[in-house]
């Protein structure tokens, strides 16, 4: 089993404080073979508003001092969580342009509202008791994705956390589910494989196992092929929690290969 962690951040994100060392020193201590650090840029911040740089400088010196110190025993990528990229189109065009050579793995995702609530966050909102707000924030979501995936086929490599928003729907009480969605989903997904992109497993370090098995077969049936995995760690205890079991969980829906990019093109490792 080739054990490896796409999704993770460092202190270069606004919500950890962690620097890539010790993130990566988990990493070894988990027995993977491969680590990815992907930190945030997205296109709106925390109260909606936009944002437009991404600190290359500071991510990419982290990341060879790193690289220098540790990256022999792991092999250690350069990635990026961009969110919100279908907000403006240009901006994230640019930042991928700025991550040059260097970078290898680009998560597309979203974490805001576009066009609603003052664009703020997705998991900020409060849903309890409010089954149409959920459906809303679920709609806008696959609304966006569908954008990214069907318009912006440059802006991402692999689509994070499809259903991010059903985290907090679920936690505020409200059972919508993503077969609520087949049809659209299925959709983004044929989508997705016919660009020759991945679908990301994303266990949220072990707390989401049981969104996966559905939407990997639905995948597989709309003729997926690449799977990336990531624990979207954000302290050095979460680095690779429930990276083992989302590989089973590939295994038993029939893959038999897990994805990870160097410069941004697939390699495919042996389940
Ligand atoms: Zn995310
Ligand atoms: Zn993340």
């Known amino acids: 089993m080739y054990l490896c962690d796409l999704h993770s951040h460092s202190k270069i994100s606004p919500d950890c404080d962690v620097p890539l060392r010790e993130m990566v020193l988990a990493a070894i201590d988990a027995g993977l073979q491969e680590f ?3 930190d945030h840029h997205d296109l709106l911040d925390y109260d909606g508003l936009p944002a437009t740089v991404f600190d290359w400088p500071a991510a990419k010196a982290q ?16 990635g990026l969580e961009l969110g919100s990229a279908p ?4 901006a994230a065009r640019m930042a991928l342009a700025q991550g040059g050579e260097e970078l290898d793995f680009v998560l597309g995702s979203l974490h805001n509202w576009i066009g ?12 309890r008791g409010d089954e149409a707000l959920a459906r809303l924030a679920m709609e806008s ?15 991402y490599d692999s689509l994070a956390h499809v259903s991010y928003p059903l985290r907090y729907i679920h936690n505020d009480g409200i059972a919508l589910s993503m077969e609520d969605y087949e049809e ?3 959709a983004i997904f044929t989508e997705v494989a016919r660009t020759d992109h991945a679908m990301e497993v994303n266990v949220w370090h072990g707390a989401d196992l049981d969104s996966w098995p559905t939407l990997l077969a639905w995948f597989k ?9 990531g624990a979207d760690a954000h302290r050095p205890q979460a680095v690779a929690a429930g990276i083992p079991q989302a590989l089973e969980m590939m295994k038993a829906a029939g893959f038999d290969y897990v994805t990870t990019y160097e410069r941004r093109k697939p390699l495919l490792h042996k389940l």
């Not at 907000?87 to 240009?90: A, N």
């Not at 049936?221 to 995995?229: F, N, P, S, Y």
């Open 116 to 127: 609603f609530r003052d664009n703020g966050l997705l998991d900020m909102t409060s849903y």
């Open 87 to 90: 907000y403006d189109p240009g």
């Open 141 to 155: 979501t696959l609304d966006h994705t569908w954008t990214l995936v069907a318009q912006m086929p440059d802006c």
């Open 63 to 78: 990341y060879h001092a790193v690289k220098e110190e540790l990256g022999d025993r792991l092999t250690l990528r350069l």
């Open 221 to 229: 049936e709309c003729g997926g092929k690449l799977v990336t995995v």
């Open 36 to 38: 990815c650090v992907s």
């Open 184 to 186: 659209r989903v299925r």
